[in-house]
């Protein structure tokens, strides 16, 4: 006979109870609603929440996404962080501009 083989699945960090509730919140407000499955689009909720994301940047992105696939919405979450540290970049970098200026 074979070895018997042992699988061992992580525990969920996030509750399914969390994700349904951002995807809950999403789904209300989309307009129209996406043709994916409502439960597809909880399960990459659940995947973003999981990963750190917030819940206003994972609803952002869900509405602003061109497909409900786990590499659109990453490509969507880390492109809208990209672009808010670059503005804040920028930000920092008027105000050292005006110090300078003034000094």
Known sequence: MGKEVEFYLEPRSVPTEAAEAVCKRFWEE???KPL?????VRGLVRRCLEAGY??????AALH???A???A???YTLR???????NQIS???ERIMMIRQSRG
């Open 90 to 92: 920028n930000a920092a």
């Open 68 to 70: 409900y696939t786990m």
């Open 30 to 32: 989309a307009h129209p």
């Open 36 to 40: 994916s499955p409502y439960n597809t």
């Open 54 to 59: 917030e819940e206003d940047e994972i609803i």
């Open 64 to 66: 602003s996404t061109d």
């Open 72 to 74: 659109a919405l990453e």
């Open 79 to 85: 492109s809208s962080r990209r672009q808010a540290r």
